[in-house]
């Protein structure tokens, strides 16, 4: 079964009273933004997932800006969700897909079995016309799910330095190639990444790619066998949308650096390579 599932499907699913539990993963910029979009706007019987205290830890400059959250924050996330052992779980954003990638990445990791990605987020479902909802949403269940983390690969610093490992780096060009540079210290790559933009494991509605032509993309940056392969980002976000296609396309078994660039580039002695060669 792929990670994703179509509007129509979720659509389908809701009107049947399916079990399922369906978050939406918002986050925009400023205290409460997402919250606010949330109320202002959502799909029917979704609840609300804040990235930023549900899906991290506190920033730092030793473990990046996005750290894996730990297990109390995710049993006070599960409680407040309602997770259920007999609901399938299905995120979406109202972005381009990089907080849904997030929240299935840490869920999956966390032990969620079958978490899917509404494909092409909320922009999809209003696309087809399906109805939203404003307000706090519904109340929350019993949460009968408990965090087990540890089930998706996790690389190290130490991993990225053993040299055992491609790289894949999953910025735009323009951050790899260290041209701009507006969230972190230092503009560059870890020496020896090929860089895969995220924006092009996607379709233009930003929908993902069919499986054959996401294989295609990571067989041609040298994927060959995934559990040799580490994917990294600025701080975890694009590389969980990296790893939600290799999924997609069959590809499992790779790493996430979740320090990412943010770690790296924070410590002066670690190099940095720029240019697009």
Same mark, same amino acid.
């Given at each position: ?25 918002? /986050? ?41 959250? %730990?297990? %109390? ?7 407040? /969700? ?18 849904? #990638?997030? #929240?299935? /990445?840490?869920?999956? /990791? ?12 909320? #922009? ?141 580039? #924070? ?11």
């Amino acid at each position: 079964m792929g990670i994703t599932i179509s509007a129509h499907e979720l659509a389908q699913e809701i009107r049947r009273g399916g079990k399922n539990t369906i978050l939406a993963s918002f /986050w925009l910029p400023g205290e409460g933004a997402g919250h606010t979009k949330y109320n202002s706007e959502h799909i029917p019987t979704s609840l609300f997932c804040d990235p930023a205290t549900s899906l991290s830890s506190v920033p730092s400059s030793r473990q990046g800006r996005n750290p894996l959250p %730990d297990a %109390d924050t995710l049993q006070r996330a599960f409680e407040e /969700w309602g997770l259920d052992v007999n609901h399938n779980v299905i995120v979406y954003d109202g972005g381009k897909g990089l907080f849904a #990638a997030r #929240a299935w /990445w840490i869920l999956t /990791w966390a032990g969620i079995e079958n978490v899917r990605i509404l494909d092409g987020g909320m #922009a999809a479902w209003e696309a087809a016309g399906y109805d939203v909802v404003g307000g706090p949403g519904n109340l929350h269940g019993h949460c009968t799910r408990r965090p087990n983390p540890g089930q998706l690969p996790v690389a190290d610093i130490d991993d990225v330095k053993s040299g055992k490992y491609l790289l894949l780096d999953t910025r735009e060009a323009n951050r790899y190639a260290g041209k701009k540079e507006h969230l972190d210290l230092k503009a560059g790559h870890i020496p020896g990444a090929v860089n895969v933009p995220t924006r092009e494991l996607f379709n233009e509605d930003n929908t993902y790619r069919s499986p054959e032509e996401l294989k295609k993309i990571f067989r041609d940056a040298g994927v060959d066998d995934p559990s040799k392969v580490i994917v990294y980002s600025g701080s975890g976000i694009h590389s969980a949308v990296a790893i939600a296609a290799m999924h997609q396309a069959g590809l499992e078994g790779a790493a996430v650096y979740i320090g990412g660039w943010s770690q790296w580039c #924070a410590n002066p002695k670690n190099p940095v390579e720029r240019g697009t060669e």
